[in-house]
Each structure stands twice: as C-alpha cells, then as structure tokens.
C-alpha cells in the first residue's frame, strides 16, 4: 500500500468526474474510506510525534543548562588558576628578595678586612697608599660558621626493627627529626636518604623497588612512612586496643607505669571517657581496688577516678616506704629454717672474703658438745 490512497483518476472538471463516478462508484468509495482511515492514523501519529519533539525539546534545555554551567565552571577554574599563577610568581620573587637580604645579612656579620696595597715607587711627592676596605663579594662561608648557623642536631632515632610494635616509636622519632632539623636536610632526597638509613635489612626491602641509581624516586619521607605503614600497620588498631583494653591488669606495677600503658591504648581505642572508666576500675591491682572500700571516689567519671588513683597509689606507695623504714630488716619467710638478715648475707661475705683465713670445718652434729656445764671425769 502507497503512502497516501490514490484516486482512481485525476478527473479534470466536475462533469469529468461526475461520469467516472457514475460509471465505478465502488472504486470510489474505497478511494474515500482509505483516504479517511489514512487521516486517522496521520493523527495519531502526528500527536505522537508532537510529545516527542516535547521531550527532545526538554533535553536540548538541559544539556543547553549544564554546558552554560560546564563553561561557566571551567572559566571560574581558568581564573582560579591565573590568580593561583600569579600568586606562585609574587611569592617566588618574594623568596628571591628574602634570599638576597639573607646573602646580605650573612655577608654583612663579617668584619671587614683592611689589604694596605704597597707602594712601587718611594717617592716623597707621591701619597700614601691608604688601606682599602674590600666589599662584595666576600669569602664563601665555611663549614664551621654554616654549621653554627643550623638548628641544633636532634640524637638520630633507633633503625627500625621491621616490627609492628616498634613502627609508631619509628614514626614519630623520624617525624620529630625531620621537622626539628630541617634545615639540615633541605632536599627530599636528602630526607628520603636519611630514612632509609634508618631502616634495617627487612624493612629496607620495601623501599629498594622505588630506588635508582643510588636515589630513591619517591615524592618525599612521608610515602616511605605510608610504605611502612601498610606493611607493618595493624588495619584494625581499634579493635586491638579495645580488645587489649580488655586484658590489660595493673599487677605489681606502680600506677603511673601502668597508666601510661593504659592511655596509649584508650586513644587508639576511640572509647570515650564514660566507656573507659569501667575497662581502668577492672584493670587496678588488688591494693587499689581495696583501698577503694574504705576511701570511694567522688563520683565514677574516667577523669576523677584517675586522679583519685593516682592520690591512692601515692598513699600506698608512701606506707610502703615506711614499713621499710620501720622494719628494714623483716623479710617474709622463704619456708623452714632461719630468715637471712641483710647483716648475716654481708658477714658471711666478709667472712669468706677475708684473705689468709680459711673457715674451719664444722664437727658433725653428732660430736658436738651439748649446751651446759663440761662434764666432770670420774673418779
């Protein structure tokens, strides 16, 4: 079927048309109803060709939207990064200016040295020669003045023991080093350097793929420490403090020892204060709890019960001393037999230290005299 219906003549007048109507008017009235149900469908299809040409329309105002926003977005960027060129440029010759004044300074803390030029021809008309001050440039500054000028040198820091105990001491003594003494190593290379002389055998296989030709091609220190870290680091630091928080008991150690300990671990945790009190009342010694029969905290905030232990274990310890003071020679029995005084351990050293002197022999029990008056011989 064509696109449209086709008549089934193009008559050119009405009494043309009127004789081939009268003649086939059947071809004619199909003629009119495919030309009506063809209209039809032109409708419908025209309607929904209309909605979609809504919908491209709204399309082509959005992605119209977001270019206006994309080049509105990227001039924004291309001016954020001229003043950002700009700055760089004002701040290096900034730099360059301080530099020169710095130069100046050093240069100018530096007496100035008379040079008397002699004279080649003594003639009295002649003047003298006066000594001339020498100006810039002066002598280059040597090691030992540069050397004075540098911030004070920090000890270097254990090598690391490829352990993960022992990565945070590493960590923080080679971050203090650094910082502190920066002006010795001004280069990242120079830093890079020095932390990997730090490291032993183990650990220095990690950084050895990033090393060429004698230097290692790192940004700076800092991706060595985050090397170290995902090797050595525990990735789940909380859950092993809590769990350690859990265990950990004070036993013979004074409280301060202890507490220290006991406060690393609190800050890995991520526990507040509330969460912590009970974890420290459980891990005191036994002394310590007791004592809280008789002498109880204010309240039982993590803050106050610290404070409040810290004041029993120095009543403890100071009645410690005192019974030592009091009884300096009372030790506890070791099981049967004669307690060993101090005086006893140091005259038995003395004894058997003693040159020429050899200690006589002991008798056995048997032969010894018994305790009383010597028997009389018979008469």
Request: charged share 30%; aromatic share 8%; proline share 9%.
């Amino acid at each position: 079927m064509p696109a449209h219906p086709i008549p089934p003549t193009l008559p050119r007048d009405r009494a043309e048309f009127e004789a081939h109507y009268a003649k086939d008017p059947d071809q004619w009235f199909q003629y009119l109803s495919d030309a009506y149900t063809w209209m039809e469908e032109q409708e419908a299809n025209q309607t929904t060709v209309d909605r979609k040409l809504v919908e491209l329309q709204v399309q082509v105002e959005a992605l119209q939207g977001e270019l206006q926003l994309s080049q509105a977005r990227g001039a924004e960027a291309t001016s954020q990064k001229n003043w950002i060129v700009e700055r760089l440029d004002a701040k290096e010759k900034e730099l360059a200016v301080v530099r020169l004044e710095l130069y100046k300074a050093q240069t100018a803390a530096f007496p100035t040295v008379a040079s008397l030029t002699p004279t080649i021809n003594p003639d009295p008309v002649a003047k003298d020669r006066v000594a001339e001050t020498v100006g810039a440039p002066l002598s280059p500054v040597t090691r030992s003045t540069a050397s004075a000028q540098l911030s004070e040198r920090i000890p270097d820091p254990d090598k690391f023991k490829a352990t993960r105990a022992d990565l945070r001491r590493f960590h923080n003594a080679i971050t203090e080093k650094l910082t502190v003494n920066r002006d010795r190593y001004p280069t990242a290379v120079s830093r890079m350097a020095y932390v990997n002389s730090r490291l032993n055998d183990e650990s220095y296989k990690l950084i050895q793929p990033y090393i060429r030709h004698g230097t290692c091609r790192l940004p700076d220190y800092y991706d060595i420490l985050d090397i170290l870290h995902k090797a050595y680091g525990d990735p789940n630091e909380a859950r092993t403090a809590r769990r350690k928080l859990d265990t950990i008991r004070q036993r013979d150690r004074d409280f301060a020892t202890f507490y220290a300990e006991f406060q690393c671990l609190s800050l890995d945790s991520g526990l507040d204060d509330n969460a912590l009190a009970p974890f420290l009342e459980k891990a005191i010694s036994g002394e310590l709890y007791d004592m809280l029969l008789t002498n109880p905290p204010t309240d039982y905030n993590y803050h106050t019960l610290v404070t409040h232990f810290q004041n029993l274990d120095i009543r403890l310890q100071e009645h410690r001393e005192g019974n030592r003071l009091r009884f300096p020679f009372k030790k506890p029995a070791q099981g049967p037999g004669k307690v060993v005084t101090p005086l006893r351990q140091e005259a038995r050293k003395i004894k058997s230290s003693s040159p020429g002197e050899a200690e006589a022999p002991r008798e056995p029990p048997a032969r010894r005299r018994p305790y009383g008056p010597e028997p009389t011989a018979p008469l």
